[in-house]
């Protein structure tokens, strides 16, 4: 109903604004001197558009809740409708309203995922209450079954809750008679029965060979039961994921990031358009930041700091001061009183070298505005992982060093998923699930989640 409301506020407000009352479309190609109103052809689009998003599959349930998949599926099949607008209007030669093509496909695509991201926000809601959700039995080794279930257990929003395990001794024998893969086989189905679950879920192991999983497949009831394999790799996201299948094998095919090529250049264009875009539309602001540090402390207005950027090279990253002058040299010593330091991740709780406007400004991350002009010159990009100092980069393992193959950025995954309540562990791991699924679609929604941020920053804000 939603989708309907959206699509029918969408067309006819583009119609009330972009087509005078009484024009009426004429159809040279069909009829010399035969037209349509604009009304009839706004009832049909809406029709039309309804079956495009239904045959793209927008509201498979595997997809509602979580991930880019949902939205990316409304943009793809309104892009392909209006393809299909275009070349129809072209090849019977109907001159239809710019304006108003332009405007329709504008408000009703904004309008479509709006209310997408409205449900998804109930949706989300009521699955942190274990409501909606489908029931998951795991069956594997102990420390998959360990891994997938903290998975599930962070990601509510997944729609997995888990109903019940069965651990299989790691190392097993892979290779048993039938009478022993039955046996195994049957035993799991009886727990999966037992547990009520929908979803049987095969993590790794070496007692669950190709036959025994296909006999699983084969006992699963196909109207109360669902298959889910869980691959033994993590950090991958969904576009990087491919099935082919070889010979009967259904084989996943990850693809490696790729740090060159054409994403690369559209994030860089990306990014000069939209920070300097930001730094004319907040040059007041500026100027009134600017003054506010100015008469509240002694010292300059702006904060130079080396940092670490792509490939391991030192710039200088901007900031509005916060803190008092001098305030590097004491780091050390606040570091060792709270026993810190040991991490790539230098955190002064209660610093006392902020200044009195400092707090304010970094809880809304207003000090942080400056780095526009980073992202303008190159040395950063808006989204990317935060870059830091070359004292935390040397404490870097070969893992976190893979945070320096993207330009870093103004915001990240991370600032967007708990900010400083996050662990070393927990914000890496973020990080480098952006630097190995980069994507345009993904930096504007922590982009969007940023704004959200900034504007209700929360406790976990310094």
Request: with cysteine.
């Amino acid at each position: 109903m939603t989708d309907v409301l959206s699509l029918v506020l969408g067309v006819f407000i583009s119609q009330i604004i972009f087509i005078p009352s009484g024009v009426q479309l004429e159809l040279f190609e069909i009829q010399p001197g035969l037209t349509i109103s604009y009304t009839f052809l706004s009832v049909s689009l809406v029709i039309v558009w309804l079956i495009f998003l239904r045959l793209f599959a927008t509201k498979n349930v595997r997809i509602l809740g979580v991930g880019n998949a949902e939205y990316t599926r409304i943009f793809q099949s309104s892009l392909t409708l209006f393809s299909v607008l275009a070349i129809t209007g072209y090849l019977t030669k109907t001159e239809i309203s710019r304006s108003y093509v332009v405007s329709l496909f504008i408000s009703g695509l904004v309008l479509l995922v709006v209310s997408r991201w409205l449900w998804r926000k109930w949706l989300t809601s009521q699955r942190k209450k274990d409501k909606l959700t489908d029931r998951a039995f795991l069956v594997g080794s102990p420390s998959s079954i360990r891994e997938i279930n903290s998975a599930f257990r962070a990601h509510p929003e997944s729609g997995l809750a888990v109903a019940g395990t069965m651990q299989l001794e790691e190392g097993g024998n892979s290779s048993a008679n039938q009478e022993s893969i039955q046996s195994r086989v049957g035993s799991v189905i009886a727990a999966l029965e037992a547990s009520e679950a929908t979803h049987l879920v095969i993590c790794s192991s070496d007692s669950l060979s190709p036959i025994v999983v296909q006999e699983l497949s084969w006992q699963l009831d196909p109207v109360k039961h669902q298959l889910i394999v869980a691959p033994s790799i993590i950090g991958v996201g969904g576009p990087r994921i491919h099935s082919r299948p070889v010979a009967g094998l259904p084989l996943l095919h990850i693809e490696t990031p790729d740090f060159d090529g054409d994403g690369p250049a559209s994030k860089r264009v990306l990014d000069i358009i939209i920070a300097g875009m930001l730094l004319l539309v907040l040059s007041p602001i500026f100027l009134v930041i600017a003054l506010s540090v100015k008469l509240t402390s002694t010292g300059p207005v702006f904060y130079k700091q080396e940092r670490v950027g792509l490939d391991g090279n030192t710039f200088n990253m901007l900031k509005f001061r916060s803190m008092k002058v001098n305030a590097d040299a004491e780091l050390a010593e606040l570091l060792k009183k709270e026993g810190k330091g040991n991490t790539p991740f230098f955190k002064v709780d209660n610093d006392p070298r902020i200044t009195p406007i400092g707090g304010f400004l970094r809880k809304y991350s207003l000090d942080e505005f400056p780095q526009l002009l980073n992202v303008l010159f190159g040395s950063m990009s808006l989204v990317g992982p935060r870059p830091q100092r070359p004292a935390e980069v040397e404490l870097y393992d070969h893992v976190a060093a893979r945070r320096l193959l993207v330009k870093p950025g103004m915001t990240g995954l991370w600032q967007v998923s708990g900010r400083s309540s996050l662990t070393w562990e927990e914000s890496i791991r973020l990080d480098l699930y952006y630097v190995e699924n980069w994507s345009l679609s993904a930096d504007f929604l922590i982009l969007a989640r940023t704004a959200k941020a900034v504007l209700k920053p929360g406790d976990t804000a310094i």
